[in-house]
């Protein structure tokens, strides 16, 4: 308790507050613009957060990531066009509410839903993590090994479009994680004699061309649309008591949906939001009125949407497996602070981590208070060309690569990950899986040749702990989860 | 898609090719966890191709087609040359340089192009290098 209120005084430091403000109000623009997304955004900070302290780095990171995913909703009622994939099932009803001059309440709707969404992702936060946290205590090499294993598996089995690609996106990320030293050794591999390559791929660099650079390219092989034909908003950004106490319960249920979605690896904004679209349904006595404009319809996604936020925090900080892309970038940013995820963070880093927990539940209070009062103006920013934003978000990439290291290499690095990163979305690879094989690659190599050094070669040492067995156990699980899912699909369409 | 995939398939296969070739220039006792890594992707791209192949042709879905190829290839070339002009020009001046190029290709109109490219340059510089104290790279001009 005592370092949840001391987590709470600091974060009502002048330095943390700006931060969470402005980085909220750049993630709710980064959001409401479709084409970006919150990964873009949080690539692109990481290297302004770079001098900052570690909690007002994070908070700053976490604000791009909640108002990310709260500012999707704004284009999606406004333009039905959702700023991320997170917000599709939202403009199901929300554009139908614009559509019949309802524009301000469903921006209310969202505001208030991703606020019930995000406050209790914070809760699960607090009580989740500390005791998962506790359990990564009892893993040697050997369980680090697996569990980078599970990690990749699992983001490579549920996220991506076919699972052989998913797993060959996470392969290829391990291959490419061997470039730099070797971790026993001490051996340079695959450096071409760069002293910039010994650490291996610059992280940072990396990041922001596979998820920055790699959009400016979508972007610019796409026509470039006029977007002025957009939907105003004409009443007003607010909701009666009548309503609150509709959208309430429907809130309530479909957050706690996505806060479990947000700590499954893998799963994500986008498969909780339809989730908590279905549910909001299912929940709802007019079923008929949803698709014809209800804020119901608007709430359950929106809700479900921003508990993915916390939800999603809880493994990425307790074992360092991120669920998704934004996570996973996160959890870049956490090492350059650096911090590793674990027990660690919850003892001798306490003070950072309850910091960046009341940060977070700022965050979302920001973010409630600024969607309310200043939506007109975000509105109208989405409207922005993507003329526009192709030169500028590659300019942000250059000076973003370029800030951790001072070294044009990295800028180069970006530039050949950004276009990497364009294929590997053309050939629907997973470019999270990319990134979380870059990041759980060293940790599983180093944990390998650590047991079998430690073991004198005998790889049975691998499978010596329960731990092990049990982290083995969900790898094959994930990898089968698709198998078994289109088994029972199967069967219950032969029942109908 | 079919001829998409297959096309990922050979060039899965020579990203592993070339890995192998840089593995054998290593000294032995630090081969053997990349020639896992590089052996499992090598596999997985096997079992792909063997299934692309397998599979029937669907034209439809095919990722690269209608694409505006030649604003891509513009955008690509001037952020190509961009990235060349920053060690020459300095940060400041190559970017204003490259949003003012950038958007007039687009076809964004003069006046704007001009306002953006130049109140951009002017935000950017004050917010990372002055205020935030980031570092911007560094030429002959600024």
Redesign the interface.
Known sequence: MENILLGFANAFKFVNLVAAFLSVAVGIVIGSLPGLSAAMGVALLI??T??MPAETALIALAGVYCGAMYGGSISAILLHTPGTSSAAATAIDGYQMTLKGQAGKALATATIASFIGGILSSVALYTLSPPLASLALKFGPAEYFWLSIFGLTIIAGVSAKSM??G??SG??G??L??IGM?PM?G?P??TFGNNGLLQGLPFTATLIGLFS?SQ??LL?????KDLKGSREVKDKVYLSKDEIKRITPVSLWSAIIGIVVGILPGAGGTIASFIGYNEAKRFTKDKEAFGTGIIEGVAGPEAANNAVTGGSLIPTLTLGIPGNSVTAILLGGLVIQGLRPGPDLFTIHGKTTYTFFAGFVIVNILMLILGLFAVRLFAKVSKV?D??L???I???S??GS??IS?N?LD??VM?IFG?VGY?VK????NSAAIVLALIL?PIG?TG??RTLIMHKGNYMALFGSTISWVLIGISVLSLMTPVIMSIIEKKKSKAN | MKK??ML?GF??LA??GF?YF?ISR??E??IL??IF??T??LI??L??LI?TYLKKEDEESN??KG???K??L???A???L??VL??IAG?VTS?VL??LS??FG???SKKASAL??IG?SIC?YVL?KIL??????KGFII
Request: glycine letters at 2%; hydrophobic letters at 60%.
């Open positions: 290297p302004i770079f001098g052989l690609k797993l060959i392969a290829l391990l291959v994680s061997t070797d050794l051996i591999r695959f650079m400016v390219l610019a092989e796409k026509k470039i060309s003329a526009v192709i030169p500028i590659f300019a942000l250059v000076i370029y800030a001072n044009m800028v180069w530039f276009i294929f053309k050939f629907n690879l690659g190599e390998l040749r | 998409v995939d990922l060039i899965l990203i592993c890995f840089m290593l000294p006792k630090a966890y990349p890594v590089t499992v992707l997985l791209t079992i792909h299934t990722a690269f694409l505006e190829i604003q891509l513009f955008v690509i001037t952020s190509g961009y990235v920053i060690n940060y970017t490259y949003v950038t958007l687009l076809k964004v953006i490219s951009f950017i990372f935030l104290k980031v570092p911007l790279p």
